[in-house]
């Protein structure tokens, strides 16, 4: 009960923080009071709990315009408790350093081929890029509470940090903590399309309570979130959007099946059809740049390529929902930089094939975050814990 409490009176205060809505002021602890419906007494013991746990602080600043002696500020603290995302990509390394106002202090990112590189050697230099994000959180007096990691593959839902597969990186069963360097920091597991799909819920202006995240990088994973909840199937194994099948004889896909999505609105698949890519390479450091910038000048290959991808993508996005029925469709990781282009024929499709429910062209928009999603979610993913129990942080 007092967990739920102090759960409910660091919601209250973070819900009002000068941050989360600028013009709000902050609440005093009367005001806490009066907004979660328990005592002054009790509101006093739990923000003193919260304060111990440095959690909340309070400042000198008065509320104004009441009646009776003005209370002091209540905040959610911008130094202590922190959250650690890490974001291992086919052709990055990722670290995020989030407050515990969801607030990111640090960003690191590096371009790195990882793609059939040892998972030891990828984890050891994600592990060297955690370390150096977490003594830069130092400096600015944040502790790291929780670690998180967003790989593009299949985390099972079982503890213990295991990847079932991770096919564009070439890995498959890796235990995390096997090749970890220091047991204390191992970071926890989870697919990077359904954090990026969380963080578009926590962060988003406009986030809806069910859609499909669709999260775009060298393959295409997508996350379901349902009334609010990830949804991540019975084993973890939900939002293949990849390998939906949209050419029943189509082309051999790398999981073995023919005509996957991945093969038709795939990276390597629209570079190869805008003419970026000999024998499925491609010189350009970040390809999703060149093609951004050839479809921006006009180059009809590049075009082409991408209406192709956005048909196909569209025609996957159409049994997606019909399945689930959602209220929005979310184009997140390299596909939000590529919006521009993709966007006219994924709407086209879907005003086509959705017949069997109202469906408006707004339903579909890119995601805000695009590449920082998923690194963002998996740093925020320890303050949602934080904030839904508070115990989690050391008492003072
Ligand atoms: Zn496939």
Not at 122 to 144: C, F, H, M, T, Y
Request: net charge neutral; glycine share 12%; aromatic share 4%.
């Amino acid at each position: 009960m007092r967990r739920r409490n102090l759960s409910v009176v660091l919601g209250a205060v973070a819900g009002h923080g000068p941050l989360s809505r600028p013009r709000s002021r902050a609440l005093s602890r009367a005001d806490v009071a009066g907004r979660v419906g328990l005592t002054r007494a009790a509101v006093s013991s739990l923000v003193d709990e919260l304060i111990g746990r440095g959690a909340l602080v309070e400042g000198e600043t008065a509320s104004e315009g009441r009646v009776g002696r003005p209370g002091r500020a209540l905040t959610v603290s911008d130094e202590g408790p922190a959250g650690l995302g890490l974001d291992i990509g086919v052709t990055h390394l990722g670290a995020c350093v989030v407050d515990l106002r969801g607030e990111p202090r640090v960003w690191r990112r590096v371009e790195r081929a990882n793609a059939d590189r040892p998972a030891g050697q990828v984890l050891a230099e994600a592990a060297a890029l955690a370390a150096d994000a977490e003594a830069e959180a130092a400096a600015l007096g944040l502790r790291v509470d929780g670690r998180v990691l967003a790989v593009p593959g299949v985390v099972p839902n079982e503890p213990g940090g295991r990847i079932e597969r991770a096919p564009n990186l070439g890995w498959h069963a890796v235990r995390i903590a096997d090749h970890w360097p220091d047991p204390d920091t191992v970071p926890e597991p989870e697919n990077e399309a359904n954090l990026g799909a969380l963080a578009e819920y926590w962060n988003a202006e406009q986030a809806v309570e069910t859609f499909v995240h669709v999260s775009a990088g060298a393959g295409i994973g997508a996350a379901l979130v349902i009334d609010g909840q990830l949804f991540r199937g019975a084993r973890g194994f939900a939002g293949e959007l990849g390998h939906l099948p949209v050419h029943p004889e189509g082309v051999r896909c790398a999981c073995g099946a023919r005509g996957c999505l991945e093969q038709y609105a795939g990276q390597v698949a629209v570079l190869r059809e805008a003419g970026l890519a000999q024998h499925g390479r491609v010189r350009a450091a970040d390809p999703v740049a060149l093609l951004a910038e050839r479809a921006g000048a006009g180059h009809l290959p590049t075009l082409r390529a991408l209406e192709d991808a956005g048909r196909a993508l569209g025609l996957a996005l159409t049994s997606a929902v019909a399945l689930i029925d959602p209220d929005g469709l979310v184009l997140g990781g390299t596909y939000a930089e590529l919006a521009e282009w993709l966007l006219p024929s994924v709407r086209a499709e879907l005003a086509d094939r959705v017949t069997v429910r109202p469906w408006t062209p707004e339903a579909l928009r890119p995601s805000a975050l695009g590449r920082r999603g998923p690194v963002l979610g998996a740093a925020q993913r320890t303050i949602r814990r934080i904030m839904a129990d508070p115990t989690l942080l050391p008492a003072g």
